[in-house]
C-alpha cells in the first residue's frame, strides 16, 4: 500500500495507477541487467511506450529507447527527461518476494524506480497531453561505469531527438519521501580513475638489498597521494583521490618485481581535476624514482561534473514547488562527490539534475548496498514531478 505524505500533490493519476506502478518497479527490481546487456528491460520499456500510443525509437546505444510525445496545448519547447536503465554487479541480500532473480546482479542504485517514473509519466501525458510543445522520453544503458548517457550522446541522441533543455533525477537515501534537493552549478562530481604500475627488481626478501623494492615505493607513493588534496588543492575547492586497490607479489619471501595501485579521483572543477591528474602523476613518478623504481601511471577521464544550468534548475523548482511546496526542498545541498553521466548530456544541453528523498539511511538504506530497496510510496512523487516539469517547462 503506498503512502503519501500529506503535504504533497500528487497528480490523481499517479495515485489510481500506484499499485500498478509498483507493480512494474518489482518486474524491473527482480529481473536487473548490468550495463549494455539491458535486452529485457529495453524490449519491457518499449512494449510499455508502444501500449501508451508513444512513437518509440530504439538501439541508441544498443539497448536505449526514446519516445517521443507532442502535446496538444499547440507549439512550446522540446524537452527531454532521462531515466538509466542499469543495475550492477551486486549479490542481493534483501530476501524480498520481487528480489533479483540474476544471481550477481541488482538494482542497488534505484534505477528500477527511474525507469518506472519515467513510464508513468510517459502513460499519463500520453492519456491526456495537456501540455505545448514536445517531450522525449528517454531511456538510457550503463549509468555505472561505463557511460552509456555518452554513447547516445556520440550516436546522435540530441540530432535525432533536438530538444532545448534535459532533466534527470536521481533517488536519495537520507532525504524523506516527498522532499527533493536541486540547484544550479555543481550536483555531482567528475570521475577519474587512474592506475600506477611501480617497477623494481625481484629479489629474495631476506636479501633486499640485492633487488629494487616496489612494494616499499608503492606505500610512499600511497601516503604521498593523500597530501595532494591536503597540499596542492585550494582549501576552498574540493577534491579527493582514493586509492582502491592494491596489489602485487606471489608469496611471503619474495619481493615481487611490481607492485599496483588504482583508485579514483573525484573533482568538480575542471582547473582542480587539471591539477590533480598533473600532480598525480609527477607524485607517482618522482617517489618511485627516489626509490630506484620507475611508475608507468594510466589516467583516465571516466566522467565531467554534473553541472546543472540556472534556467533549467529554476524550471525544475518551479515544478517540484506544485508538488512538494516550498518548504520540502532543499535549495542547497552539499554536492556529492560521486558522480554521474547524465553530465554527459548537459555537456551538449542545458538541463538539471535533481535528487528526490528515498527515505531515512536506516540499516542498509545505502546506494550500492546490497540491502537497497527503491521506497515505492516515492513513485506517484516523481511521476507527479515530471508531469509538472512537462506541463510548465514545455510551455517556458
Ligand atoms: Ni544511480
Not at 591536503?230 to 583521490?241: G, K, M, T
Amino acid at each position: 500500500m503506498t503512502v503519501i505524505p500529506p503535504h504533497i500533490a500528487c497528480h490523481p493519476r499517479a495515485l489510481e495507477l500506484a499499485g500498478e506502478l509498483t507493480e512494474w518497479r518489482h518486474h524491473l527490481h527482480a529481473h536487473p541487467e548490468t550495463a549494455f546487456e539491458e535486452h529485457q528491460t529495453s524490449a519491457f520499456i518499449a512494449e510499455k511506450l508502444t501500449s501508451f500510443g508513444l512513437q518509440v525509437h530504439t538501439g541508441l546505444a544498443g539497448t536505449g529507447v526514446v519516445a517521443t510525445l507532442t502535446g496538444n496545448r499547440g507549439p512550446g519547447r522540446r524537452i527531454g527527461l532521462r531515466a538509466d536503465m542499469d543495475a550492477l554487479d551486486i549479490h542481493e541480500t534483501t530476501n524480498l518476494p520481487y528480489a533479483s532473480r540474476h544471481p550477481g546482479k541488482m538494482h542497488a542504485c534505484g534505477h528500477d524506480g527511474h525507469m518506472t517514473m519515467l513510464l508513468g509519466a510517459a502513460r499519463i501525458l500520453a492519456e491526456n497531453p495537456d501540455f505545448a510543445g514536445t517531450v522525449d522520453f528517454i531511456f538510457q544503458p550503463a549509468e555505472e561505469n561505463e557511460g552509456g548517457g555518452r554513447v547516445m550522446v556520440e550516436q546522435g541522441l540530441f540530432d535525432a531527438f533536438p530538444v532545448d533543455a534535459v532533466y534527470g533525477l536521481h533517488n536519495w537515501p537520507g532525504i524523506p519521501v516527498g522532499d527533493m534537493a536541486m540547484q544550479a552549478g555543481p550536483m555531482m562530481a567528475s570521475y577519474d580513475v587512474f592506475e600506477i604500475v611501480v617497477e623494481g627488481k625481484g629479489c629474495h626478501a631476506a636479501m633486499p638489498h640485492l633487488g629494487r623494492d616496489p612494494i616499499t615505493a608503492a606505500g610512499q607513493i600511497l601516503t604521498g597521494l593523500q597530501t595532494i588534496p591536503a597540499r596542492n588543492v585550494n582549501p576552498l575547492q574540493s577534491a579527493v583521490i582514493s586509492p582502491t586497490w592494491i596489489f602485487g607479489g606471489d608469496t611471503w619471501n619474495v619481493i615481487p618485481s611490481t607492485a599496483t595501485i588504482r583508485g579514483t579521483v573525484r573533482t568538480f572543477a575542471a582547473h582542480v581535476q587539471d591539477a590533480v591528474e598533473q600532480r598525480l602523476k609527477d607524485m607517482a613518478t618522482h617517489t618511485a624514482r627516489a626509490f630506484d623504481c620507475t611508475a608507468t601511471i594510466t589516467y583516465q577521464r571516466r566522467y565531467p561534473a554534473t553541472i546543472n544550468d540556472a534556467g533549467a534548475t529554476a524550471t525544475a523548482l518551479d515544478a517540484a514547488q506544485k508538488i512538494v511546496g516550498a518548504d520540502h526542498i532543499d535549495t542547497a545541498p552539499e554536492p556529492s562527490m560521486a558522480s554521474e553521466d547524465f553530465a554527459f548530456m548537459l555537456e551538449k544541453v542545458p538541463g538539471s539534475y535533481v535528487w528526490m528523498g528515498n527515505g531515512p539511511t536506516d540499516g542498509d538504506c545505502l546506494l550500492h548496498n546490497a540491502a537497497y530497496d527503491f521506497n515505492d510510496d516515492a513513485l506517484p512523487v516523481g511521476v507527479s514531478y515530471w508531469i509538472a516539469l512537462v506541463q510548465g517547462a514545455a510551455a517556458a
